[in-house]
């Protein structure tokens, strides 16, 4: 079923709906893969941490899949993402990656809502991550 809604998608001419599965699978592999590398350096919180944002992220997938909404499961994955950073970010670990970070998630403000809706998005989503990094 899931290979279906998948085949689905991407041949889909919804260019909104293939770029947010995408987004999900790529999510997936790269917490997958940094809870494994965090395992073995030893760092078995952030393992199960990596691990359950993995878990987590399927679950949504699998219910973006079937409910197709994806404005709502847009910003549940940006949700999901900016905890993530915002965990790392006070952990002080990747500082130069985190720094980075902020400015390449409001390129999918814009391309998953309309123009006003992405600015306050933007406006929100800079005066957060300035707080984060005073904070930390």
């Not at 917490?31 to 679950?59: A, P």
């Not at 940006?78 to 915002?86: K, P």
């Not at 965990?87 to 902020?102: A, D, R």
């Not at 400015?103 to 991550?129: C, D, E, P, Q, V």
């Amino acid at each position: 079923m899931l290979v279906g809604c998948l085949k689905r998608i991407f041949h889909s001419k919804d260019h909104k709906d293939i770029m947010l599965t995408g987004l999900y699978l790529s999510s997936i592999a790269i917490f997958l893969l940094l809870g494994i590398i965090s395992g073995l350096m030893g760092y078995e919180t952030i393992f199960w941490i990596k691990l359950g944002i993995s878990v987590f992220n399927c679950i949504l997938l699998n219910a973006y899949l079937k409910s197709g909404k994806i404005q709502y499961y847009a910003i549940l994955l940006i949700l999901v993402v900016e905890i993530d950073s915002a965990f790392v970010m006070l952990n002080q670990h990747f500082n130069n990656f985190v720094t980075i970070y902020p400015f390449f998630i409001i390129f999918g403000f814009f391309f998953f809502f309309k123009l006003r809706t992405a600015a306050w998005m933007t406006l929100s989503h800079l005066l957060y991550w300035l707080l984060i990094s005073v904070y930390g």
